[in-house]
């Protein structure tokens, strides 16, 4: 059984009348109930406000994928639970980045770069074309699907060339943007989805669960998560594999953990 935790900062919901008709429960449990309907995934929530952001290390030993909505409280999330959330991906968790989660602190971590995008909040038709009919996170979908009313994010993407590209989107005012990658970050499976802007109802969208429920089955690692991803250890003259004599000038004492 693949475990999904989705988390979500809910905050929109909380705020503002449109998104919390759209999402009772909060953008989280509309996507945990998507999820539960597929063979072989259970998944529960965790949002910003719970203690740690409901991302204990114990609430992360046990997640095989996140999945990750954030948009206005990004500024919000401790940085160490952002490190928290970064060692478990290196470790082997899947990543799953939703929509303006592009600008969240985990994703620019992970990625390195600033992340941005063009923008435009005008209700936009949104076209998704596959670009990768082979690829186990477009399983099941047509060629291309439209989502009525959407957000536009355009080209440049400030991230880095993706492992794969396996959406491109297109939008009425005629912008396009890559709106599926895969990365590999550590032993972990990242992947950044575009839709979901909160204020149309993107997430209950067929489609668009299949594209989650793809990609949480594509994200998962069945191997024992690498718990020890950030040790540098000094290995001792006296314990290298073939017999060593030192020599040359030194810097470190034997033993030393070194610098970070
Ligand atoms: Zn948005």
Known sequence: MIRATV??????EQTNEIVAQIYPDGIHACIA?????AVGVTATTATLHEPEHGLTAARLAETDVLLWWGHCAHGDVDDAVVERVAEAVWGGMGLILLHSSHFSKIFKRLMGTPCTVTWREAGERERLW????HHPITA???????????????EPFGVPEPLETVFISWFQGGEVFRSGLTYKRGAGNVFYFRPGH???PTFHDANVQQVLINATRWASNAAARITNVTEAPNTPVDRALEPLAERGAKLHRAGDDGFR
């Open 140 to 154: 099941g979908l047509p060629d291309h699907f439209e989502l009525e009313h959407e957000e536009m994010y355009g």
């Open 7 to 12: 988390w979500n900062e809910n905050v929109h």
């Open 33 to 37: 109930e998507a999820l539960n309907q």
């Open 130 to 133: 596959v670009t990768a009919r």
């Open 198 to 200: 909160e204020t149309y």
